[in-house]
């Protein structure tokens, strides 16, 4: 993975396809958006995914669902991403996501996690996220 800021925001980008498919599975993006590939990470907050077609989209880490897809294009300018050492393997998680009203802005909202632990709470939260829908669909 490479990492660092472009302008405003910080990217995690995936060096190649076998590295795609490999954080592809530990998120377990399939099981949510089949045929879809993470490429990257958007300022922590949003998957960069590409298709079966070579289409680039975001979607929030939470939730991952087609209604939250959204036309992505990188920027033209070529990417020189700027290393930061303090943030360099870290991804800042919201305690309580947004889509679960989790404050952004509350600093006891937000931490620091090592990407198999991101994962490992981006599947938590989806799958109550899948759950809580499937009951607002039902009544």
Not at 11 to 17: Q, S, V
Not at 29 to 45: E, H, N, Q, S, T
Not at 81 to 97: F, H, R, S
Request: charged letters at 25%.
């Amino acid at each position: 993975m490479t990492e660092g800021w472009f302008n405003e925001d910080y990217w995690t980008l995936c060096d190649d396809e076998n590295e795609a498919a490999q954080v592809t599975a530990l998120y377990g993006v399939a099981d949510y958006l089949p045929g879809y590939l993470i490429v990257g990470l958007k300022g922590w907050d949003d998957f960069i995914l590409c298709n079966r077609d070579s289409q680039y989209f975001t979607v929030p880490t939470v939730p991952l669902h087609e209604q939250y897809l959204e036309p992505f294009q990188f920027p033209a300018a070529p990417m020189r991403l700027e290393a930061d050492k303090k943030l360099a393997g870290k991804i800042k998680w919201y305690v309580t996501p947004i889509i679960f009203d989790g404050d952004p802005q509350a600093e006891e909202n937000m931490v620091w996690l090592a990407q198999d632990k991101h994962a490992e709470f981006v599947r938590w939260w989806n799958e109550l996220y899948r759950q809580e829908d499937a009951k607002r669909k039902k009544g």
